[in-house]
């Protein structure tokens, strides 16, 4: 892995912080890309602060790793918005729908547009993508994350057919609850609409699992840095699922 160039998307915090730490410690040269300067400050890697829901935002986190480190082997699209914000579709604003779609399924779309052609010239690539179980089945009060962790997948499936011929290696990863900061704020809304404390609801979250416990978001990342490395270059066009062996 020594010399090769990682895009890690999402890379402030959780899943994503933990791929780029592991990536760095294969000896992966990792670019950190987010919204938030502090929290890439704190990951103590080259980054850059972008919004990635937009083709410029896209371009900009490209552009800046390929003059600063070179060009991009892996890319790891983790970046996203939840659900915790959304109602029933028939009570769903429009807007929350178009924005979910414009970080979650269009800026991984431009991230790949903009890499894997670079990767097929130079016969080495991988990506992995950031999905989610609800990119398989679905939950209430969801239709815009569940539809775009759908696509996501399909994304990461079609990327692997157009590139796999050219060595380059293309999967999604879907976690169940993960401890994160964006599944934070979703316990804390869902406890405040049910009357319940936080506490209660991380502990129905977990009884839905063999292990009763939910994720932490380095046993995620784990599964990511396998699929970006040398060892996984027969693994393609796969949907992993991380879900300690839950139904969801």
Request: charged share 20%.
């Amino acid at each position: 892995m020594n010399k090769r160039v990682a895009l890690v998307t999402g890379g402030g915090r959780g899943i994503g912080r933990e791929a780029a730490l592991l990536l760095t410690a294969a000896g992966v040269q990792v670019m950190v890309v987010a919204r938030s300067e502090s929290e890439l400050a704190s990951v103590g890697l080259e980054y850059v602060v972008a919004d990635l829901g937009t083709t410029e935002g896209c371009a900009f986190a490209v552009s800046e790793t390929e003059r600063r480190l070179g060009p991009v082997d892996i890319l790891v699209v983790n970046h996203g918005i939840g659900s915790a914000h959304e109602k029933l579709i028939w009570e769903q604003d429009p807007a929350v729908w178009r924005e979910t779609m414009r970080v979650n399924l269009d800026g991984p779309f431009e991230l790949a547009r903009l890499t894997v052609g670079g990767m097929c010239k130079r016969g080495f690539g991988r990506l992995v993508f950031t999905s989610s179980t609800a990119g398989e089945k679905a939950e209430r009060c969801g239709s815009a994350y569940t539809a775009s962790k759908h696509g996501v997948i399909g994304l990461a499936r079609a990327v692997a057919q157009d590139a796999g011929p050219f060595g380059v290696t293309s999967n999604a990863v879907l976690p169940g609850w993960v401890k994160t900061a964006m599944a934070e704020r979703s316990a804390k809304t869902e406890a405040e609409r049910r009357g319940v404390s936080v506490e209660k609801v991380w502990e129905e979250r977990a009884s839905i699992y063999p292990q009763k416990r939910v994720l932490q978001p380095q046993e995620v990342a784990q599964v990511i840095a396998f699929l970006c490395s040398d060892a996984a270059g027969g693994v393609n066009g796969e949907a992993v699922t991380v879900a300690l062996g839950g139904v969801w």
